[in-house]
């Protein structure tokens, strides 16, 4: 690569509708370059699959491999990759976040036109920005207030007294149930119900009386739903979900619950009611959690982790088993049911150990 570079602060992201340049690419990440400034990217592919139009990235040595084949336009990689990279690269610190901004400009998404579909239905005292979009078959319902540049797509509900914050996005098929409030700039993907009533019954002899749920669904600015994945209203007080919180598909969070800044859950975990979860914590697939616990910030889960206590400290916690071949699976829960009887002839043999242990000090007085 003959030429070497740092981008300017004001590139042009306009460009990205018909690809960026090596150069201007560098500029909107900040990021230095080596390579003819004027070569364009226009999509993403990995490095085997790349063509001379595609920005790849390396952010794991393990794929090294793929890097001295690549045919890729512009590669993302580390200063002590670079040297073998036969194509124009940008230098960054951080691969994969790099690469995950300039997808970003390379896919950019569409701008909100403000107006509502005439196949959608928006009771007269609801306020909707006239920069707001209400797709077709959404229900805006009565004293629901929806921000500028709000996007609500087909088919969803937007319940009485909700709140949008401005630039948020619903995809389609969102449903937000009355007074949930929303911040600035969410997603939330397709069939998400925010703030059903949680899950709240009081025993009468042999019947269930449902208690009735008169808190609300409050989520911050920058957050991301999944695709059906539910969040109950506080029974009482709010659920809270705090600012840059992202929650993948399929999660069921109750009433009450609240989650820290900028805490990730994976698909599947469910989170029962009243338990707080701390900031910037990691929860992996399948996860279970009880009720009313207390997790600290800077907690890590592993996948299908059975959290049934409060973690009062940062660290990685897990206990999902690992699978194994069936035989030995099979053999390891016949010892697990034999655990209590070898529990109690280990305490026995533990015991005469300690009378043969005591017995000759006896006998020397």
């Known amino acids: 690569m003959s030429s070497y570079g740092r981008g300017a602060a004001n590139a042009d992201a306009g460009a990205a509708s018909g690809g960026l340049g090596l150069g201007q690419l560098a500029a909107l990440l900040g990021e230095p370059y080596r390579g003819d400034p004027h070569i364009r990217v226009s999509r993403v592919a990995e490095l085997r699959a790349?063509?001379?139009d595609c920005l790849s990235f390396l952010g794991d040595r393990k794929y090294r491999a793929g890097?001295?084949?690549?045919?890729?336009?512009?590669?993302?990689?580390?200063?002590s990759d670079a040297d073998a990279a036969p194509v124009p690269v940008v230098i960054s610190v951080n691969p994969y976040l790099s690469f995950a901004r300039a997808a970003r400009f390379l896919y950019p998404s569409p701008p909100v036109v403000g107006g509502v579909h005439p196949a959608a239905v928006v009771a007269p005292t609801a306020v909707v920005d006239a920069s707001a979009w209400i797709g077709p078959t959404a229900v805006v319902e009565a004293g629901a207030w929806i921000g500028p540049r709000v996007f609500v797509g087909p088919g969803c509900i937007i319940g009485e007294g909700v709140t949008i914050g401005e630039d948020s996005r619903l995809v389609a098929r969102v449903t937000l149930c009355r007074g949930t409030l929303i911040g600035k700039r969410a997603l939330l993907h397709p069939g998400a119900v925010i703030g059903r009533s949680g899950f709240g019954f009081a025993k009468d002899g042999e019947r269930w009386v449902r208690i009735p749920q008169v808190g609300r669904a409050v989520l911050g600015d920058d957050v991301e739903i999944g695709a059906n994945t539910t969040i109950d209203r506080g029974a009482i007080g709010d659920t809270l979900i705090g600012d840059g919180v992202k929650l993948d598909n399929h999660i069921q969070i109750g009433h009450n619950v609240q989650v820290g800044e900028n805490t990730a859950m994976a698909a599947m975990t469910g989170i029962s009611g009243s338990t707080r979860i701390g900031r910037n914590c990691t929860i992996s697939g399948a996860v279970g959690m009880a009720g009313h616990l207390t997790i600290a910030d800077g907690v890590h889960f592993t996948?299908?982790?059975m959290v049934t206590r409060s973690f009062p400290q940062a660290g990685s916690y897990s206990s999902g088993i690992p699978a194994m071949p069936s035989a030995d699976w099979r053999r390891n829960v016949a010892r697990f049911r034999q655990l209590d009887e070898l529990s109690r002839r280990l305490k026995q043999l533990e015991a005469r150990i300690a009378d043969l242990d005591v017995a000759p000090a006896q006998e020397d007085d």
Do not use: N
């Open 67 to 79: 890097l001295a084949q690549t045919r890729a336009g512009v590669v993302i990689l580390r200063a």
């Open 50 to 52: 790349a063509q001379p």
């Open 303 to 305: 996948g299908q982790a």
